[in-house]
């Protein structure tokens, strides 16, 4: 999509931390959400208003927003945290994805 | 918990109308939102439009004079529908609650999703 920019992919070593951003002007409503991918699911919410988790996901996935820029961060990334993650917000009336980032982990 | 699963034709021929069918169970499409989205093989996510429970629709721009979406109380499932489909409308198709704030919207859970394949 072009209404949210994210990086292609994000590599990073397991047990450090992992950065994936979500950029654009969709984003000036100062909220963002987050749904996790893994190969042959569907996606999984994993961070909503932002900063907010569902319950049952880890303490170590957290968000943030900044100016019209969103990050997910996963402290102390596992491996089955690899998966793909798109970004979320809402435009006037209708909702716009970010056109995902490829997460790997080794 | 909530749970959702989509059912329809797997195959649909080029100029033909897609349908599917979500069924909800574990909670009632008489409240929240509810939509639709897909996914073309490789690609990234798309929304295609929400139902709410007093009927109220919203539609994607890009797909607006192409969609219908509707619910059945009474069975508890919403359904889609695509008219006119080309190669370009195969993708895996997902149903989700969607809640809504003012500012905000976010979708969970989502359905397992079901690839729909259009063909010539």
């Known amino acids: 999509s072009d209404d949210l920019t994210q990086p292609p992919s994000v590599s990073v070593s397991p047990g450090q931390t992992a950065s994936i951003t979500c950029s654009g002007d969709?984003?000036?409503?100062?909220?963002a959400c987050w749904y996790q991918q893994k190969a042959g699911q569907s996606p999984a919410l994993v961070i909503f208003?932002?900063?907010r988790r569902p319950s049952g996901i880890p303490e170590r996935f957290s968000g943030s927003i900044s100016g019209k820029t969103a990050t997910l961060t996963i402290s102390g990334t596992q491996t089955m945290d690899e998966a793909d993650y798109f970004c979320q917000a809402w435009d006037s009336t209708t909702p716009v994805f970010g056109g995902g980032t490829k997460l790997t982990v080794l | 918990q909530v749970q959702l699963q989509e059912s329809g034709p797997r195959l649909v021929r080029s100029s033909e109308t897609l349908s599917l069918t979500c069924t909800v169970s574990?909670?009632?499409?008489?409240?929240?939102?509810w939509s639709w989205m897909r996914q073309p093989p490789g690609k990234g996510l798309e929304w295609i439009g929400f139902l709410y429970h007093n009927g109220k629709t919203n539609y994607s721009s890009a797909l607006k004079s192409r969609v219908t979406i509707s619910g059945d109380t009474s069975k508890n499932q919403f359904s889609l529908n695509v008219t006119s489909v080309t190669a370009a409308d195969t993708a895996v198709y997902y149903c989700?609650?969607?809640?809504?704030?003012?500012?905000?919207?976010?979708?969970?859970?989502w359905g397992q999703g079901t690839l729909v394949t259009v063909s010539s």
């Open positions: 989700a609650r969607h809640f809504a704030a003012e500012v905000h919207t976010w979708f969970d859970p």
């Open positions: 969709k984003l000036r409503t100062k909220y």
């Open positions: 208003q932002s900063s």
């Open positions: 574990g909670g009632s499409i008489s409240s929240y939102y």
